[in-house]
């Protein structure tokens, strides 16, 4: 009994650092990932900015960006149909 309650207790612990700050710089004044030419755009979240993980649109026109966002919306449309015939059937 006293086995599981010490696990229990230090499981506990150990959840509870996850939610610790441990930067040894403090908060940052900014969480934007970069300054992007998109930022004024629709769908721009306001904690994160112009989000691009991975930099497709680094060096990238307002014609790329447009035609990223269309086909993204249309995979997305033809993903939810999937699911939908997938439920269906």
């Known amino acids: 009994m006293k086995f599981a309650c010490l696990s229990f207790a230090a499981a506990a612990l150990h ?8 930067s040894p710089q403090g908060p940052s004044s900014s969480t934007r990932l970069h300054d992007s030419p998109f930022d004024e755009e629709i769908g721009v979240t306001a904690p994160l900015g112009f989000f691009d993980p991975l930099g497709l649109l680094k060096d990238a026109d307002q014609e ?9 919306l249309k ?9 939908l015939g997938h439920i269906v059937t």
């Open 15 to 22: 959840s509870a650092t996850a939610f610790t700050n441990v």
């Open 64 to 72: 790329r960006f447009n035609r990223l966002r269309y086909v993204e």
């Open 75 to 83: 995979h997305g449309r033809i993903s939810m149909l999937a699911v």
